[in-house]
């Protein structure tokens, strides 16, 4: 049977007023004045691998960037946003597409973050203030979708807290190429745990000084891949009693295939079981370094209760 959704009146569509970080703030995109400062850091790209799976780009020059913008910022139902560092330097692009207000379905795409702001707070504040904002809005559903062999774009995402729902197998041709799109979402009641488990990962805490300010931070041996920032002292001291038993369970990879749905972006029941015998107190740092949501696992299970 459906569930029911009572006194449903629709949403109102996403805001064009900033978005206000720690480490980044949103607005929206002005080709005038902010083109020529997103060539140049996207320039820092000299392989183009940002680009791959993009639908459009890499531009022969900044004029057919320009124009790209402005098509995309004049014509187009998608609310295009730059994303800028607290300097105010645009580091970065994103949009809201997919708009469906009466239904409260809203997408996250177009997103393109330079070099400099891969792998740094920014690069996951970002996408928490385009979270917050939607939820807050009251829509129902956040949507992620990207090429199913962009396996970095659904690492990331899955990493945030969207669950992977599905394969649309042949769905564009994309730069002469199939492309396969891989569906992935938040919806409303998932929110709360990942807007708390975001957030605490962002506290400044977390991020020494080089991390916070410097978009070439060194990352840390103890964090996944995909996260960012060097550890705090008082982290680095916490965790060093236990290195040994860390290193293993955050240097391996979780598996994509996994069918095992612990928590929003922790599934692979190896590491779960080996996690389970460190002290809480550790696993709370854990959560705090990568947002693996151990606040959900029972540390009271038996172990016959992990396969």
């Not at 492309?179 to 709360?192: F, G, Q, V």
């Not at 008082?234 to 391996?252: E, F, M, N, V």
Request: net charge neutral; with cysteine; proline share 7%.
């Amino acid at each position: 049977m459906a569930e029911k959704v009572d006194n449903w009146k629709g949403c109102p569509p996403p805001s064009k007023e900033p978005m206000i970080g720690q480490y980044c703030d949103i607005v929206l995109l002005e080709p005038d004045k902010h083109c020529e400062a997103l060539w140049e850091e996207f320039a820092a790209d000299t392989t183009d691998i940002d680009w791959k799976y993009l639908w459009v780009g890499p531009f022969a020059n900044i004029e057919l960037f320009r124009d790209f913008l402005v098509i995309n910022t004049t014509g187009s139902p998608d609310i295009f946003y730059a994303i800028l560092n607290k300097a105010g330097r645009p580091l970065g692009m994103a949009s809201y597409l997919n708009i469906v207000p009466q239904h409260g379905s809203v997408e996250v795409g177009h997103i393109h973050l330079s070099p400099r702001m891969q792998r740094t707070p920014a690069s996951t504040e970002y996408l928490y203030l385009m979270s917050k904002h939607v939820f807050d809005l009251g829509y129902r559903r956040f949507e992620w979708k990207c090429d199913s062999l962009n396996k970095r774009s659904q690492t990331t995402a899955k990493r945030f807290g969207f669950k992977f729902e599905a394969i649309f197998r042949q769905h564009y041709v994309i730069k002469g190429l199939n492309r396969d799109s891989a569906y992935l979402s938040i919806i409303d009641k998932e929110w709360p745990a990942i807007e708390n488990a975001v957030r605490q990962w962002l506290s400044a805490e977390n991020f020494d000084e080089s991390a916070r300010t410097n978009s070439a931070a060194v990352i840390s041996p103890l964090a996944r891949a995909d996260h960012t920032g060097a550890i705090s002292p008082k982290l680095q001291l916490a965790l060093a009693d236990h290195a040994t038993s860390l290193s293993p369970i955050l240097s391996s990879p979780i598996s994509p295939d996994s069918q095992v749905d612990v928590t929003p972006t922790f599934s692979h029941w190896t590491r779960y079981k080996r996690l389970r015998q460190l002290p809480e107190t550790i696993c709370s740092i854990i959560h705090r370094l990568t947002m693996i949501p151990v606040i959900d696992i029972n540390f009271n299970l038996p172990d016959s209760a992990v396969p």
